[in-house]
T-cell receptor
Framework: AQSVTQLDSQVPVFEEAPVELRCNYS??????LFWYVQYPNQGLQLLLK??????LVKGINGFEAEFNKSQTSFHLRKPSVHISDTAEYFC??????????????FGQGTELSVKP | NAGVTQTPKFRILKIGQSMTLQCTQD?????MYWYRQDPGMGLKLIYY???????DKGEVPNGYNVSRSTTEDFPLRLELAAPSQTSVYFC?????????????FGPGTRLTVL
């Protein structure tokens, strides 16, 4: 079985400050890793994903994430946030199991609030 | 190209009523999914489909039914609504094969059962 834990439910930060949203996962099989963002009253959209290769992954809107296999973590970072980054962020994994339909297992979400 | 569309946007049901949440995608994706989102709980998979005529249960299927008669449509049926089904429901789709591909989400349906 797989599980995803996002270590912070809420992260308040001032505009132009750096931010890190933490994600740990547990899985008995290899997984793909994803970060999704949900702006208020909207559906989710993909920020970035890690499939293989370089452990540092760059996504949209200046976000990046680093995969750490030994610590089973996939933390999301941005060096300087904007008011428009205020949203809920979800970490998710997809287990590499044949014929499982590409299911995603989500963390609980982290609410990022950027203040002026 | 509308992507994934869901109707209705909002709905209030009484206990015991039934309804169908509609989901349509125009990207010719084989894989489709229904999730529910509860505060502080992330998204939980209800049902998914890997193609027309093929559906399977997710993590929280009790109280729901689905069908997939076409590639485009994947409706979710609530037969006897209960307060525990108050949630925001998201439909998503992806191009096969599944794991490496991005899931595209609809805007959601906010359902309240009173």
């Amino acid at each position: 079985a797989q599980s995803v834990t996002q270590l912070d439910s809420q992260v308040p930060v001032f505009e132009e400050a750096p931010v890190e949203l933490r994600c740990n996962y547990s899985s008995s099989v290899s997984v793909y890793l994803f970060w999704y963002v949900q702006y208020p009253n909207q559906g989710l959209q993909l920020l970035l994903k890690y499939l293989s290769g370089s452990t540092l992954v760059k996504g949209i809107n200046g976000f990046e994430a680093e995969f750490n296999k030994s610590q089973t973590s996939f933390h999301l970072r941005k060096p300087s946030v904007h008011i428009s980054d205020t949203a809920e962020y979800f970490c998710a994994v997809s287990p590499l199991i044949y014929n499982q339909g590409g299911k995603l297992i989500f963390g609980q979400g982290t609410e990022l609030s950027v203040k002026p | 190209n509308a992507g994934v569309t869901q109707t209705p946007k909002f709905r209030i049901l009484k206990i015991g009523q039934s309804m169908t949440l509609q989901c349509t995608q125009d990207m010719n994706h084989n894989y489709m999914y229904w999730y529910r989102q509860d505060p502080g709980m992330g998204l939980k998979l209800i049902y998914y489909s890997v193609g027309a005529g093929i559906t399977d249960k997710g993590e929280v299927p009790n109280g729901y039914n689905v069908s997939r008669s076409t590639t485009e449509d994947f409706p979710l049926r609530l037969e006897l609504a209960a307060p525990s089904q108050t949630s925001v429901y998201f439909c998503a789709s992806s191009y096969s094969p599944g794991q490496a591909n991005e899931q595209f989400f609809g805007p959601g349906t906010r359902l309240t059962v009173l």
